[in-house]
C-alpha cells in the first residue's frame, strides 16, 4: 500500500546526534564546551552527528574518541531526544545519549586540535560536573537531557524526550 504523504525515494532530511554519557569515579559527568554556535559558553556531552550511512553506535564511539581521545564502546542506548528544525534550514533531529561508562578518576582527556586551516579548535574546554551543578553549565535543554539519560541508567530504561522534556507529555 502506498502513502501520499511521503516518498521513500526522497525522504525528509533528519540528523542524528550520537553523544556519551561518561562518569568518573565520582559520579561526575564528562561535559565539552564547543566553539561554534555557544555564545554563552554552555557545555555539554560529547558527540556529534552521525555520518550518511554510519550506524549511531559506531558514530558515538567515533565521536567520542575524536573530541576527548577516550576509546570506549557504547553499552547501550539511554535517551531519544527529538529537536524541531530550526529556522536558518538545519534539519530537524534526534539526539541519541548512549552509556559509554565510567572510567577512573584522572583518566586523560585529549581536546581535539583545530583543523587544518582553522585557527579555533571545535572544543576548547572539558569539565567534570555533578548533576546537581549542571544547571548554568549547560544549556536547559541539555541539563534536562542528561538528568533524563541518568534516570534511564538506573532504570533501565530509554527517556523519550523533546527537547527535553518528556516527549508523551507534550502530545
Known amino acids: 500500500m502506498a502513502h501520499a504523504d511521503t516518498d521513500p525515494t526522497n525522504p525528509p532530511p533528519l540528523r542524528s546526534g550520537c553523544l556519551g554519557l561518561i562518569v568518573n569515579d565520582d559520579a561526575e559527568i564528562l561535559v565539552v564546551r564547543p566553539t561554534y554556535n555557544n555564545p554563552e559558553g554552555y557545555y555539554q556531552l560529547p558527540g556529534g552527528a552521525a555520518g550518511e550511512g554510519e550506524k549511531p553506535w559506531a558514530a558515538v564511539a567515533r565521536e ?16 531519544l531526544d527529538w529537536i524541531e528544525a530550526k529556522p536558518d534550514g538545519r534539519a530537524a533531529g534526534q539526539n541519541l545519549v548512549f552509556w559509554c561508562g565510567r572510567i577512573p578518576g584522572g583518566t586523560p582527556i585529549t581536546l581535539p586540535e583545530p583543523a587544518p586551516g582553522e585557527e579555533q579548535p571545535e572544543l576548547d574546554d572539558y569539565r567534570w560536573v555533578r548533576a546537581t551543578d549542571l544547571d548554568g553549565v549547560c544549556a536547559p535543554f541539555q541539563a534536562r537531557r542528561i538528568r533524563a539519560a541518568l534516570q534511564a541508567r538506573i532504570h533501565g530504561t530509554v527517556a523519550e524526550l523533546i527537547r527535553g522534556h518528556d516527549a508523551y507529555a507534550q502530545l
Open 64 to 79: 567520542v574518541r575524536e573530541e576527548t581521545g577516550l576509546h570506549l564502546t557504547p553499552l547501550r542506548l539511554l535517551v
